[in-house]
């Protein structure tokens, strides 16, 4: 097993003091430094093709912001280099901001990026692409207009398939993410997974499983052979008010708490999932990912805390 | 002080994601850190009115959170009004505007927009005429009179509605220093207004005591901010992707922390007797709620003492 | 030579968010595990004299904290290599902590040095509790507090300067009773700031004190911080690295709020290691020539972002041992 750090730790979406900062990309640069002195020389990095419409090309999460500052991918990765990151070893495309104005809409525009994240990861040497499978049930609610889920859900296996033949093409794997609050959440995805491409595997994301009421360990044994990806995120949440169907799930409306925890400050049991993972031979990146932080170095030095003390191999 | 002026405040704060934290006690001991005072919209509210501002102006990108939250505009604005604050405005953006055969498309962008401000109770679409400059300047005299002809469409719309449509030319916008005031003139004087941005019109290079004097009556509404760039280099307005820096460099600064001639420009508001809506715009504030407290401070003590 | 990372990153006295969770105990555990997390086994900690206000929060700034939440020194030092810090190298103890705890314990001026004597020799058998080998003093308070304390009087602020040497001398002394290395620092607002170091070492007994230079606050005091360095580097037990782009135009190193200088263009003294205007390539460079091997205390003084600080005091360190060694290729 390898381990990377996830770029998600930045959320750019949400309020936060001197979030500012963020779109700027001296930001970015000094980004990679401090990854690399918490001890991460690989990354994940969120494909966010959102920055590209307001001009924010100074935040490297879109083909289009990597070659308007840096030429070209090969480029920007001699850049990292330099810069203490030696590689991107996954590439996260959650294209939920499309899910709007109906369903040819999202899956046409799903369809791009996703081609494009793929070309992205292909330029960068990166061998893992993870697609958040669905959007959240509430947004998907929104464009089905006459369609059912089970419709919803035909789209999503004909874009997976069309993703997955030009994973191939470029070389790279094609995982299927599913946070908990898609129409894939938990156990479903097993099955979802047996009609799409063979080629196709599980990003098993501990937390977001844990949050779907799984057993992470049963659906990493169900999908031994198939696991492309691991996130290792943690959480302490108890989804016990369905709040996967609100409008805005990673922000319970009735009692505010943060869904997805640093790592180590949740309670996920991660040496029995790292027990697991060895025994079943998966030897793929794994991905640690403090999403969204409140508190970004913070999270690096906590990430780098717990890979010195729970991952310790 | 007399109430010619009412203050708002240009809502830059990214996605909220509560409507309103009721464990707030329980919720900051998760973190220990002032993220939490940040995160939703009974306490951005809240620092709204006690801070000093009777309203807030709206921006379109955050509508899909906040409609998923309250559900319809009408929810909204009743909860602000609970808070004491109007909703004063929102931004709308005229792309493609120039571009003829988007004429039909532009407009009923713009009207929809239009529609959603109404149901907000809002009166003033502070709207970007066109694209930026990059990739789509510089403009021909058909472009200019695309995007007018755009603009006086969504006007008339928009006055039948009551509510008044403000040109706010951006200074890396494809109507830029060259033309910006061409455009202003082949606009509809009697449902085409200007939401005057401050800083905006300085960057651009232009000069605001002039600009303001020159078309005070056509003045519905402002974006009062700072700058400390006078006059922008053409090369930098006109290159891709200038509003963010990459070496963080701020082009707008609280009002009275830049260099603008505010009190001067507020003895003409002043002399002219201007009643309305004059709204903060804060953006690239590192913390908005101490940018509020000092754009309220200087609105109030230092501009107020003068007119208000 | 070895990296020691300064708990003087945080300042717990100054208004910022989150300011005031500093003295809490929590705050601190979480800190050592932020060291250790980047890769730092050893720690200098600043510490000022036992007062009811200070003692009584959870900051291990003073020993009687340390004792209140610990146990002992001893016990705070399990702790510390349960969480992956080996050592305290270094304690750090200051005549303006002294100073400013006058207030609150009435000592009368005149027993100035006695009081020193008394917070060094406890900061010092804490430390060899928790098997550090340096103390490292900075043996005045600020000259604009002196220049209030005797109003002006010239000939009392210099019997005073040559007390502390006496004191030093005594201190240094008595230290090597327990093992411990007595250096000291001249910061730029004290009265052997800069070049004055020079005329202050004659007072010094060499054997018993050294000198830890700092290049930040040699060159805001003026000095050529390059030419001290390599003159005291055969000497030194430690050197500290503080980083800063600040110069001292407008005298603030004469007033009471030496480092929060309140007229000038700049008023940010220190800067996070790596991003002032220090020439640490070549002041390493200068050390090594030197045969220097001992620790160096990475002082990030005052961050505005503490983990941030912390991880760039890594960068910082990284890329000065890299640099080096590209150099020797």
Redesign the interface.
Known sequence: MRYAFSLEVVD??????????R?????WDEMNHLVSAGGFHRVEVPYEPKWDF?????IPRSMRSVT??FGTVANYMAYLKDNGIEAIDCVHLNPSLFC?GGMPMFFGAAGHYGEEAIAFAKEAGCKVVTLSVTPPY?KVQGILGDADEKGFLEGVKELVNKLAAEAKKAGVTLCLKNEFWGLLRGEKITEFLGRVDGDVKLDADTANLQIAGADVKDVIRANRDRIGVVHFTDTNFADNDETWKS??P??P?N????VFTDLGMGCVDFPAILSLLKEIGYDGPVVLNPRNS??ICRSILRAGYFADTVVKE | MANHIKLSHMSH???????Q????RD?YY???????Y???WDR?LRYHKATGYDGIELAPWDL??IL??FKTPAEYTAFAADHGIEVSGMFHGCDDSHIAEKHGEVVAAGRSAVDTLKAFGGRHLNTCPGN?YYGNGPLDAEGLKNIASCLNEIGEYAEGNGIKLGIHNEFFCVTNKENHRQLIELTDPRCVHYCLDTAQVVLMGDDVIDFYETYKDRICTFHWKDTADLGVADEIRYA?????????HRWFWEPGEGCLPMVELWKRVAAHGFKGWVTVEDD?????LAAMALSSYYMKQVLGKIYW | MKAVASYGIVNADTSG??AF?RAAK?YWDELTDMFAAAGFTSVMIPMVPNTENVSRNGAPICTASVKTRFGSPAGYLRYLNEKGIESVEAIGISAQSMYNSLFETGLPIERFFDGFYDYAMDAAEALAELKGSTLLASPTPGIGFLMEQFRGDEAKIEDFRKSSAECMNRIGEAVRGLGVNLSIRNEYWTLMRGALIEEYMKLLDPEKVSFAPDPAHLFIAGADYMDIIRKYAGQAKTVCFTDTKFRDEQEAYRTISPEFPQDGAAQRVYWDLGFGDMDFDGIYAALKESGFDGPVLLDSRYSLDIPKGILRMRTFWNRLEKNYAGKEI
């Open positions: 750019l979406d949400n309020q936060a003091p001197n979030r500012n900062r779109e700027s990309r001296y930001f307001g001009g924010r090309s100074g308007t500052k709007m509430s409008a805005l990673e922000f409306a009692r505010a708490t943060r409140t508190d | 704060w990214k996605t909220i994601p509560y409507k934290i009721d464990n707030f919720y998760e973190d220990k850190s002032n993220s939490c940040y995160e939703d951005i899909p959170e998923g939250l930026n891709k992707d200038v509003e963010i820096c990459d070496d963080g690239g504030a590192p913390d908005y | 968010p989150g969770l929590w």
